[in-house]
């Protein structure tokens, strides 16, 4: 059957069909959200709860439907007044048939708006010290990636009523634009907190909106079991592709290659064209859809990396995760805020590396220092390592994939927002600083509408050398925001090396009760339950269709593009 994929043509009788499937798909969904929407519109009417501004007795029939149907996709949303003052505006009274699509594209406007406003804001004083100016430009570069986010949510939101893949894209991006601006506010320090919060207060609280907007989209969407497709699909039922459509078909399966054809060479001898990562990235188009292959020879390579925004569909291959090792020291003690701590950072989509190590050698008193940081949606990491102490590897947000990766750190080493899933990864936790605990997750969940969370999936939990007949205790983690999600399946806790309570309470001697931590047919000496903390928000005996949930397919849809990767992954449990 001829295949909607832009590599190929499709005949007229095949594209009038696809044209028909796709029309009913969206009608179907159209139907169903719009049927939620009339229900708060209902309810509105009954209770005589109408949100209108105007003050003309003359208004017509539709304005208390139009007002009432705002205040119904409203009410799903955290901040309901600020979701009502940002859509009364937007809305045209005199406009009689709008959708939900519209109502959504306003909300997310509105976010767009507000934040490019505020970001207008984040320029130090001329007296502000080293670390308060580099917070500054930490801040403009975050929500610089967050309004590219909330611009790629709104070029795509016609996309919500016709496919269930398409509102799961909308969902990655807007909780990313979320946890953007989030971590602007963490990287500054007590005495300006409350300002910087206040400067993003309204665009947080629009982005969070238009959030559970689209959560609500896709729980209908879901309901009616319509099968994720992908943005680029165009409604074929064959999705012949299986595809992303920044990867061309040439790049299915380049890892399983005997050969693949580098299109830069980096080596320090001078073997290769280039002598450092940097060089060699400066040659990569921006924003491709043609993978690039840079061969990174081994050695030991100094430098702090960058793939930046535009910089799309790079795969980096070393000789190994031990003999080709990139390695930085950039740290918080010294004035540098964690998000730009990483040693390499990856911020362009599409990006995967095999047989390569990320180091950032700070050493422990220096605290945060990252060693790889990665916002790339769709971003793999294969049979890579990464070493350090405090915030060792930073899944920052969108979807991400690890296999047979090595990880080492102290305190929370592995932390972030992403929908993230560890494969057969091999986690091991060192000797801290003393005084220090070993946390292994922090997970930042701060909205209960984002789709993310960690995942650690088969391989082990092990004590490095120096840990070995240490008192330290070492926690499978602890909760950074309130929502925080962790889950563990099938990971051998070798010996005792994690403490029977298993979690570290974030402040206090508790955790809040909206987390959401798991632990699931784990094996080993330390994955005994008996004496685990008594936290509401720590699951231990949910069945396996819930906690399936949060397996490759399910949480992060690789099914749709890990197998482009060529990487090989566990789809399910």
Not at 335 to 356: C, E, N, W, Y
Request: net charge positive; aromatic share 8%.
């Amino acid at each position: 059957m001829a295949s909607a994929s832009p590599y190929g043509k499709v005949n007229p009788m095949d594209q009038e069909k696809l044209n028909h499937q796709r029309k009913r798909k969206k009608r179907i969904i159209m139907i169903s959200i719009s049927a939620f929407l009339l229900v708060g519109v209902v309810v509105g009417a009954v209770v005589g709860t109408t949100v209108g501004r105007s003050k003309d007795s003359t208004d017509n029939d539709q304005k208390p439907q139009v007002s009432a149907a705002i205040k119904a996709a409203c009410e799903v949303t955290l901040y309901p007044n600020t979701c009502i003052g940002s859509l009364s505006s937007k809305s045209n009274s005199t406009q009689q048939n709008f959708t939900p699509e519209d109502i959504f594209k306003w909300a997310v406007q509105a976010a767009v708006e507000e934040l490019t406003s505020a970001s207008k804001r984040f320029i130090p004083e001329a007296s502000a010290d080293n670390f308060t100016t580099a917070a500054f430009a930490n801040c403009r570069e975050l929500l610089d990636l967050a309004l590219d986010h909330l611009n790629d949510t709104l070029s795509s939101a016609d996309e919500i009523t016709s496919l269930d893949s398409a509102v799961e894209d909308l969902l990655t991006w807007l909780s990313a634009a979320g946890t953007y601006q989030e971590t602007c506010m963490d990287d500054f320090g007590d005495s300006l907190n409350d300002t910087i919060s206040n400067y993003l207060k309204m665009s947080s609280e629009l982005t969070s909106n238009s959030l559970a907007m689209a959560n609500q989209f896709s729980k209908f969407a879901k309901g009616f079991k319509l099968g994720r497709r992908l943005l680029a699909d165009n409604g074929s039922d064959d999705n012949v592709s299986s595809m992303p459509d920044w990867l061309p078909r040439t790049g299915r399966s380049l890892l399983q290659l005997n050969g693949i054809k580098a299109d830069a060479v980096v080596a320090k001898d001078g073997s290769g064209k280039y002598k450092t990562i940097k060089d060699a990235i400066k040659a990569v188009p921006q924003k491709s859809k043609k993978r690039f292959v840079i061969y990174v020879k081994k050695g030991v390579y100094k430098e702090n990396v960058e793939i930046s925004k535009n910089t799309w569909n790079v795969m980096m291959i070393g000789d190994g995760m031990t003999a080709t090792v990139v390695t930085g020291s950039r740290n918080v003690v010294d004035g540098t805020p964690t998000f730009q701590s990483a040693t390499f950072a990856v911020k362009g989509k599409g990006f995967i590396a095999r047989d390569m190590g990320f180091q950032n050698t700070a050493g422990s008193a220096k605290h945060q220092a990252v060693a790889l940081m990665s916002t790339a949606d769709q971003s793999v990491f294969y049979r890579c390592r990464m070493d350090a102490f405090q915030d060792t590897l930073y899944p920052h947000s969108n979807r991400q994939f690890y296999r047979e990766c090595v990880i080492t750190g102290t305190v929370d080493f592995i932390f972030g927002n992403s929908a993230v899933v560890f494969q057969n990864c091999n986690i091991i936790p060192r000797l801290p600083m003393k005084g220090q605990q070993n946390t292994i997750t922090a997970q930042g969940k701060s909205d209960p509408n984002q789709n993310t969370g960690i995942t650690i999936q088969g391989g082990t939990l092990t004590a490095a050398g120096d840990l070995i007949g240490k008192s330290v205790k070492t926690y499978l983690g602890r909760p950074w925001k309130n929502y925080a999600t962790t889950v563990f399946i099938h990971t051998n806790m070798v010996g005792n090396l994690i403490t029977p309570v298993g979690w570290l309470p974030w402040v206090g001697n508790s955790a809040p009760d909206t987390i959401f931590y798991v632990e699931y047919q784990n094996s080993g000496v330390g994955s005994s339950t008996k004496n685990r903390v008594k936290w509401k928000g720590l699951k231990l005996n949910l069945p396996a269709n819930q906690v399936s949930k949060f397996t490759v397919n399910s949480f992060i849809g690789g099914n749709n593009w890990l197998p482009a990767t060529g990487v090989p992954f566990l789809q399910g449990l």
